[in-house]
């Protein structure tokens, strides 16, 4: 099956923001699917639940599909009684990001990251700013056809010291990511998994074999914001992190400030509380500024002023790195959490210093926590 699919051919950067811009080479759009289409790969976890019915085992909303039929995310296909993944060596979108844009900024800091996504989202955030590529699937758009032994060697050709799984929901794409992963950890390049963290444990696990680091969204502290804003549920993605925590893999954690959905101080609190109790003080924390998206486009923009108590409400409840992301200068700086020197000093994406030795300050000898 693999060996019929077109490679792809030729690429070109654009000058200002180093996006790939490839000609599109196949534009996919059809009515159903066969296992046989290039497109196509058998699940890695679903039970059959009999009468040709399935039961998706990627993540928590563990659809049951019947014949013909898909998931809630829209990349899961019943055909014949089996479950496929539609989403496979078909992404919508690739780029060569900064790794700072995932954004992880304790993770090989200046190194570049090849990024990838395809359509489709387990979730369905009022506020996704994405929502072209994460609220539609992989048969609704344009894609290239890629395979995981490209991807790996595209990223090699372009210094990439990263693969990015992001833009719409990886978990979505599971088959390919883990595919591609497997792949470039031979190689030698690490993986990033940009996440909701809405994932079954026996899926994280797998997934926790081929990669490096993870930026993962907290969306908040509450079942019930959970809900009513992305079509989810906490307890699930709280697991996540400790699983990615027990497996050592690197993580900063990801909290976007919604006015009126996740502004509560009282709520910020507790999550910081969560997170020191059970990952310790040293990952990083964003909290993200909300511009007015999709659904939410009556909401104002997020006050940089309770951006900035936020991060005082996660400062005295002990979190060493707290940065804000869509704000001016919210992360041009890492400081040591003992002597406050500035160990990394950025402007946007670009790192002007980076004076980490060896891990650790090179004042006061203090490890800072990251991947160097
Ligand atoms: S990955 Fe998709 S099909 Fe599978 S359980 Fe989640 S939403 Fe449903």
Partial sequence: METSRREFIKTTFCATCSAMLFPWEHAWAKEGFSPADAHVKEAYFYSKLGDNTVQCGTCPHECVVTPGKRGRCRTKANIGGKLYTISYANPCTVHVDPVEKKPLLHFYPGT????????GC?????????WEISQTSPDKTRNYNILPEKIVSMASEYN???IAYTYSEATTFFEYMVDISGRAKKEGIKNIWV???????????RLCEVIDAASVNLKSFSDKIYRDLNGGHLEPVLETFKTLHERGIWMEIINLVIPTYTDDMEIIKKM???IVENLGTSYPLHFSRFFPQYKLVHLPPTPVEVLEQAKEVATKEG??????????????????PNCKETVIERRGYTILTNKIEDGKC???KTSINGRW
Avoid: E, M
């Fill in 112 to 119: 570049k990251a090849f990024s990838l996504a395809v359509a």
């Fill in 362 to 364: 090179p004042s006061c």
């Fill in 195 to 205: 996440s909701n963290a809405y994932i079954r444990q026996p899926a994280l696990k």
């Fill in 272 to 274: 910081c509380a969560w």
């Fill in 160 to 162: 990439c010291k990263s």
């Fill in 319 to 336: 979190l060493h790195h707290v940065y804000l992301g869509n704000v001016a200068g919210g992360c041009d700086k890492t400081l040591c």
């Fill in 122 to 130: 387990n979730f369905h955030c009022l506020n996704c700013q994405n």
